[in-house]
């Protein structure tokens, strides 16, 4: 199973890279946590803040259309010992906007919520930082 997540962002696809990749934006629209890694295809990505949030390692990264990762969670207790997910993040330019998607893959039927529904506050929170600090 997996879930998918959607925005538009009035910026361009090389500001939303950025937002995903640099930890100083990251940390801007991330309630403070951080993300760590040089992006390069078999690079370690590592999440945290004032403790470890999740970890992964970059599958694919073509910027600044597309990023692919491993997602293993570490903030909540249970998730801990499930399997690795996978995360592809698509970006795409629609005139003066970029049409952003999450797809969050590998969820068991009736994975936990907590797993996944950050995506759509963790978008809006980039479309919100974007567009009031355009380029």
């Known amino acids: 199973m997996e879930k998918v997540f959607e925005t538009f962002v009035r910026t361009t696809p090389e500001r939303v890279w950025e937002s995903i990749t640099r930890e100083d934006l990251h940390r801007q629209y991330n309630f ?17 803040s004032i403790m470890p949030v999740w970890e992964g390692e970059v599958l694919e990264a073509e910027p600044p259309r597309r990023l692919v990762h491993t997602y293993h969670v570490l903030w909540i207790d249970p998730a801990r010992d499930q399997e690795t997910f996978q995360v592809t993040w698509e970006i795409r330019p629609v005139g003066e906007h ?8 590998g969820l068991g039927q009736g994975a936990d919520p907590r797993l996944y529904r950050g995506w759509s506050v963790l978008l809006g929170g980039i479309k ?4 009031a600090q355009p380029a």
Do not use: A, N, Y
């Not at 919100?128 to 567009?131: A, H, R, T």
């Open 32 to 48: 403070g946590v951080g993300i760590k890694s040089d992006w390069q295809p078999g690079s370690r990505i590592e999440s945290s």
């Open 128 to 131: 919100q930082l974007l567009e």
């Open 98 to 105: 970029c049409w952003v998607k999450v797809t969050h893959g």
